[in-house]
């Protein structure tokens, strides 16, 4: 299935996606796309529904972000060789962990807003994984049966605060509409392997970042044990996977967004997200 979130920022509705590409409201089966819902007996539930019963969608209705009520996004660093290498550091022995606040998280499509001062703003596209059942210290074979999907991130992130501002990378990475998340959270029945999806991001048109996630250096399976002995994921957390080369921070001179700047990114099978980047108010 392809399930996703629908109306105004606070308030969206549960929908899926039918087998036409239509997008129906699922309303009154359940409240919201969250942890709760995303449960194998849940997701059963959902796949047993005729989508032709459920009202349909205008085209044009504003997505949320796929997954609603968070708990906690974890992100991984340096997840591609090509990535480490263009910012000068060693691919990593262990996965490299840190956390997004979750007040970044929004929907696929809303502007992106240039952090106050700012002028070393970045794209990252990412793969993100969608929790279903508590792991709390699970094994690699274990893993992926405590998945419930996969979905498109934009791990947005401003390289000064990252870097230069005590070295803490969480505050280059928490920003108000830095954290994207969808259009569609898409089940694990659907992605028959996780570690072989394209993914690509376009800044104005142009393409910046193109590669696959075999590529990763530690796959979803590995990430999700590993992460799980350190703390319990719970169903919905979200866990996004690292970024491959063609960051702006990458680019020789580097290149940051700018007010203006559209970017479009993609996973196979996943989806698309188009954000307009626009300055901070008091930036204007």
Known sequence: MKLFRHGNPGTER?????ADGALRDLSSKVNDITGATLSPASLKSLASIDPSTL???DAGVRLGAAVGQVGK????GMNYADHAAE???PIPEQPVLFMKATTAIMGPNDDVVIPRGSVKTDWEVELGVVIGTVARDVTVDQALSHVAGYMVVNDLSEREFQMEHGGQWVKGKSCDTFGPLGPWLVTTDEIGDPQNLDLWLSVN??????SNTKNMVFGVAKLVSYISRYMTLMPGDVISTGT???VGLGLKPPTYLKPGDVMELGIEGLGTQRQVAHAHKADR
């Open 14 to 18: 549960p929908g899926l996606v039918d």
């Open 55 to 57: 009202p349909r969608l």
């Open 73 to 76: 996004m974890i992100c991984v």
């Open 87 to 89: 910012t000068g550091a």
């Open 205 to 210: 048109g142009h393409r910046y970042q193109s």
């Open 244 to 246: 491959p080369g063609g």
